[in-house]
Structures are given as structure tokens and as C-alpha cells.
Nanobody, 122 residues
């Protein structure tokens, strides 16, 4: 089992920035592709970004390219999501995920975090 705990969510104005963190514990973190999904009220959970186990490869949803950066520290068992130029449509619960590359769909996720709320006001 891998336990994932997100932090860093909150309320921010449009154009602002937030940095989400996801700390992993339990089984070794290194072999997993790590990523983030989000779910807005009344919508399906959608892929945001992923980073390969070694941190060499990354993948982003088209809606966030150029504004969001994913990174990881295997030494700290932590994955980060730096979000800049935030828009009201980025408002959602953000979930940390561990699974298989490319982690583009929920079916490839082995472990989920509990989620952290991000709210962007206009």
C-alpha cells in the first residue's frame, strides 16, 4: 500500500499561483508514475499532469500546458504541482495519484490521495 496525502490547496484570485504537494508513505514511492487529477462539481475526474518514476518524462493536459509544472523528489517521497496563471475554471478538488505511465486515465491509477480543494475566484 502507498498512502498519499495532499496539501497546499486554498483560495486564490485569478492570475495567482498555488503549489500543491503530495507526500507518499508506505511502499516505496520511486517505481511509480505520479500524477494529479482534478474533479469539479458535477464533472468527471480528469487528468492534469504526470511524471515518470525517474522524473525524466512529463505529461500535461492541454488545458494546463504552459501554466502548470509537475515535479518530484524521490528522496523526499513527494510530488509537487506548481500552478501559475490560475483561472476560475481550474477550481476543483485536486487528487494525487500513483500508478502506471502515462497515468492519463483513472483506470491506470493504483493509489489515490484524499484530495485538496483549489478555488480560483474571478
Amino acid at each position: 500500500q502507498v498512502q498519499l496525502v495532499e496539501s497546499g490547496g486554498g483560495l486564490v484570485q485569478a492570475g495567482g499561483s498555488l503549489r500543491l504537494s503530495c507526500a507518499a508513505s508506505g511502499r516505496t514511492f520511486g517505481p511509480y508514475t505520479m500524477g494529479w487529477f482534478r474533479q469539479a462539481p458535477g464533472k468527471e475526474r480528469e487528468f492534469v499532469a504526470a511524471i515518470s518514476s525517474g522524473g525524466v518524462s512529463t505529461s500535461y493536459a492541454d488545458s494546463v500546458k504552459g501554466r502548470i509544472t509537475i515535479s518530484r523528489s524521490n528522496d523526499k517521497n513527494t510530488v509537487y504541482l506548481q500552478m501559475n496563471s490560475l483561472k476560475p475554471e481550474d477550481t476543483a478538488v485536486y487528487y494525487c495519484a500513483a500508478g502506471l505511465w502515462p497515468l492519463g486515465t483513472p483506470s491506470t491509477v493504483h493509489y489515490w490521495g484524499q484530495g485538496t480543494q483549489v478555488t480560483v475566484s474571478s
